[in-house]
């Protein structure tokens, strides 16, 4: 089959692996149909963070082709979506809803296992670990949105479901990229009357708009913690959903956080720093982390399929397969927000 295949730092490219087998009674191979890249592929293709070389990628979603003697919730022919980490539903931790922390599991398109920007991928666990989408005939819109629940959208809503967002709040997303914009979905889902979103980028301050932020902060560091305590009447937002993962967005995420309120932090952690000084004397709590992923997508999907929530609108680039690597530059340099990459029909 062909692949995406990360050669180090600044090196994707297209290539041939191994057709996916069917190694345990507990498997399924899918064909993927849709797959993109995530913010989290541009740092190991900077080369910030370590990356195994070898298959990369770990959204998509796609079609069963083959099942293992032991599976019992999915069939070939289902459409499926894809948590971007695998787990077996046993272990102690997936019991307690940490699917994304499993004992046996692990993540797509890393340490050989097949990668979302893929023809096919082995899918290990897959009763536990695939979500089966009810009906046929989705729209190409609603296509887009499942792909996000494999991670933005799920990750988004674990920034507010960790920052504990409820009816009536005042909530602020530091970081406009899709995980912010999806953590602005899922504030507006929870019942927040106002959404500060903090973005300097005028497209995604349209979409941040249309997911439901009421305010749109454009400053940074010192200048936005001062513009949200004075929209806030100096108290600070009821939560604040850090969605970036550097020391000025942590900084910034608890600046803006009131007394007593949580912060929700989703970024890949880079030069980032806990305030402990503002943990201890304001009361600020801090949750969040790697998204149950496998948890979320059923509570998700019935809004995706009704069209409540439209998360599919970050991707706002498309590429095939063949051309993989201008959907990295492009997310790199700032032309997309989200790319998108068809690999079958």
Not at 62 to 71: I, L, P
Not at 127 to 135: E, F, I, K, S, Y
Not at 277 to 285: A, D, L, Y
Request: glycine share 14%; with cysteine.
């Amino acid at each position: 089959m062909r692949a995406t295949l990360y050669g180090g730092p600044g090196d994707i490219t297209v290539g041939e692996r191994p057709d996916p087998r069917i190694e345990n009674p507990t498997d399924a191979v899918v064909r993927v149909t849709l797959g993109c890249v995530c913010g989290s592929d541009l740092w190991y293709y900077r080369g910030v963070n370590p990356h195994a070389l070898g298959p990369i990628g770990h959204e998509f979603i796609g079609v069963v082709e083959q099942v293992g003697a032991d599976v019992t919730t999915v069939w070939p022919g289902d459409l499926v979506v894809a948590p971007f980490t695998f787990c077996d539903g046993t272990c102690a931790n997936c019991v307690a809803g940490w699917t994304g922390n499993c004992v046996n599991g692990g993540s797509f398109g890393n340490h050989g296992i097949d990668g979302g920007q893929g023809e096919f991928v082995r899918v290990p666990y897959a009763d536990a670990t695939l979500v089966t989408v009810p009906g046929g005939g989705h729209s190409d819109a609603i296509m887009k949105s499942l792909l996000a629940l494999s991670d933005v959208m799920c990750t988004g809503h674990h920034a507010a479901s960790s920052a504990g967002v409820k009816p009536g709040d005042t909530v602020a997303v530091v970081g406009d990229g899709a995980v912010g914009l999806c953590a602005i979905i899922a504030a507006k889902r929870l019942g927040a009357e106002r959404i500060l979103a903090l973005s300097r980028n005028p497209i995604r301050q349209t979409l941040a708009r249309e997911f439901g932020a009421t305010d749109i902060i454009a400053e940074r560091g010192d200048e936005a913690t001062k513009l949200v305590l004075d929209l806030t009447g100096g108290t600070g937002v009821d939560a604040a959903l850090e969605c970036v993962g550097t020391g000025q967005s942590m900084a910034t995420a608890f600046g803006i956080a009131r007394v007593g309120s949580v912060v929700g932090a989703v970024g890949v952690p880079h030069d980032s720093v806990v305030p402990i000084q503002t943990v201890i004397f304001r009361n600020v709590g801090l949750r969040g982390g790697v998204a149950p992923a496998r948890r979320y997508i059923p509570e998700l999907l019935g809004d995706v399929l009704a069209e409540r929530i439209n998360p599919g609108l970050v991707f706002d680039y498309e590429t095939s397969l063949d051309d993989i690597d201008d959907a990295y530059t492009a997310m790199l340099d700032r032309r997309a927000t989200k790319a998108l990459v068809r690999i079958s029909a």
